[in-house]
């Protein structure tokens, strides 16, 4: 894969996950140690901020100094009987301004798209150079997922997590040659149901593999549409879990070494 990319343009794409998403940092290491730079990011969510952290020069080092930041997000609780979140986004954005400041979409050092879904309507928006809006705003929009982290509001517009509308965004690339990474592909979820002792773990555990089965089968379908060229790394995630954020130097060893 190293040898195909080699002297070609080509775009990143990294999907949404959670903390599953902190195996994208594997495949960053190495594609940073075989000196391969992509033309492009496409993100969603997790994969958006690491995306986003990428495409302003960061190296894979300093952006896992970051991510773990993000691990002691149950300290971000804030309880209230108002809202539709569980997040102080407060707390998230200022993570954001210490990293990208006032940093528009336009001004990266890599063309850098994230997916976010406007939730009046349902509609994909893909924020890029065009829009005139900063890349915090833009991550608060795709990281938004519902009931977790609040929704985010731009002029009368109120975004969401791009998961809901394409979690891998291979459609919105511009090259003709993708390099994929699916932290919610078909490694992130095993063939067993859950069969734990309390029925309430069962539950839980079931309404997280149906949602990684719908997203998996979201981007099957959009895969099954391109014609480009596309590698796709889909790191083996299914033991883990979509919050264990704690867990991220686990995780990050996911992405590693599958850059073949």
């Known amino acids: 894969m190293i040898k195909e990319l080699q002297d070609k343009n080509f775009t990143l794409v990294l999907s949404g996950g959670g903390a599953l998403g902190i195996a994208h940092l594997g495949v960053l290491h190495d594609l940073e140690k075989a000196h391969l730079v992509p033309d492009e990011i496409v993100g969603t969510s997790m994969g958006g901020i690491i995306g986003a952290c990428l495409s302003i020069g960061m190296k894979e080092k300093e952006i896992y100094g970051h991510i773990k930041?993000?691990?002691?997000?149950?300290?971000?609780?804030?309880?209230?009987?108002?809202?539709?979140?569980?997040?102080?986004?407060?707390?998230?954005?200022?993570?954001?301004?210490?990293?990208?400041?006032?940093?528009?979409?336009?001004e990266t050092d890599i063309p850098l798209k994230l997916i976010a879904t406007n939730l009046h309507n349902g509609d994909k928006k893909v924020f890029d150079a065009s829009d005139d809006v900063t890349i915090t705003e833009a991550l608060l929009c795709t990281m938004a997922i519902p009931g977790i982290f609040k929704e985010h509001t731009i002029s009368a517009d109120t975004y969401g997590d791009g998961f809901l509308c394409e979690n891998l965004g291979v459609t919105e690339a511009t090259f003709d040659t993708i390099l994929a990474v699916d932290v919610q592909g078909k490694n992130a979820f095993d063939s067993s149901l859950p069969d734990n002792f309390f029925k309430t773990v069962n539950v839980l555990e079931m309404f997280e593999k149906s949602i990684r089965l719908l997203i998996y089968n979201q981007t099957?379908?959009?895969?099954?549409?391109?014609?480009?060229?596309?590698?796709?790394?889909?790191?083996?995630?299914?033991?883990?879990?979509?919050?264990?954020?704690?867990?991220?130097?686990?995780?990050?060893a996911l992405g590693l070494g599958l850059l073949s």
């Open 69 to 106: 930041r993000f691990a002691d997000v149950f300290s971000w609780v804030k309880f209230s009987f108002s809202g539709n979140a569980v997040i102080d986004n407060a707390k998230v954005a200022k993570i954001f301004d210490g990293i990208f400041q006032d940093r528009k979409m336009k």
């Open 220 to 252: 099957k379908t959009n895969l099954s549409h391109l014609q480009d060229q596309i590698y796709l790394i889909e790191p083996e995630t299914k033991a883990y879990k979509t919050f264990q954020f704690h867990k991220y130097e686990e995780i990050r």
